[in-house]
Every structure is written in structure tokens, then in C-alpha cells.
């Protein structure tokens, strides 16, 4: 499975953006897909993530109300609504997919896409 990340761009502070991670070929129902980012000089952090069985979601606690991750099994795409953007969520996006399962581990995550650049100007 190969996927591919769009949707980042340069958005003011109390802004909002939409990515979507597209998968060629076929998602088991048993896997977990998970949007992270990453920060210069940070590490890779958790952002958000969905069972692609049942449509379960998780959150970053810093995330939670702010951000809505959400899938169609039709398309294959994992979408990520992100409102009231501030300027420490400028990073690059990836999704990911755990077919493990539920994790917010990124070593637990392979078919990374190349990710999204998000700028969040104050």
C-alpha cells in the first residue's frame, strides 16, 4: 500500500486546512491509520488516528477539538480537518498506515507518504 499526502499549504493563525492521504490498494479492515507530524528539529508525533474497520478516532491531547480525522472505505482516503490553527502546528503532515492496528507509535506505522508541508503564520 502506497499512500499519498496533500492539502498543506501557508494559513494565518485561527485558520483552518484540510489534508487527505490517498492509499493504492487495499486497506484491511484490521488497520489503523494515523496522521503524524514533525517539527524542525523535533521528533515525529502522534496527531490523530481512525480503525478503518469500525471508524474508531483518536486524538493528541492537543488536537482533541481542534482537529477531526475521518475516512471513506469507497475511496480509500484519510482525511484530516484541522481548525483554529496556531503557529506550533507548523510541521510536515505524514499519514501512515499500522496494520498492527491501533498504536501511536510511528515504528508501529509503514506505507508512510511523503508528506505535507503546514505553515501556520501568527
Known amino acids: 500500500v502506497q499512500l499519498q499526502a496533500s492539502g498543506g499549504g501557508l494559513v494565518q493563525a485561527g485558520g483552518s486546512l484540510f489534508l487527505s492521504c490517498v492509499a493504492s490498494g487495499r486497506i484491511f479492515s484490521s488497520s489503523f491509520m494515523g496522521w503524524f507530524r514533525q517539527a524542525a528539529d523535533k521528533e515525529r508525533e502522534f496527531v490523530a488516528g481512525i480503525r478503518w474497520g469500525v471508524g474508531n478516532r483518536y486524538y493528541a491531547d492537543f488536537a482533541k477539538g481542534r482537529f477531526i480525522i475521518s475516512r471513506d472505505t469507497a475511496k480509500n482516503t484519510v482525511t484530516l480537518q484541522m481548525n483554529s490553527l496556531k503557529s506550533e502546528d507548523t510541521a510536515v503532515y505524514y499519514c501512515?498506515?499500522?496494520?498492527?492496528?491501533?498504536?501511536?507509535?510511528?515504528?508501529?506505522?509503514?506505507?508512510w507518504g511523503q508528506g505535507t508541508l503546514v505553515t501556520v503564520s501568527s
Open positions: 501512515g498506515r499500522a496494520p498492527g492496528g491501533y498504536s501511536t507509535r510511528d515504528a508501529d506505522f509503514r506505507s
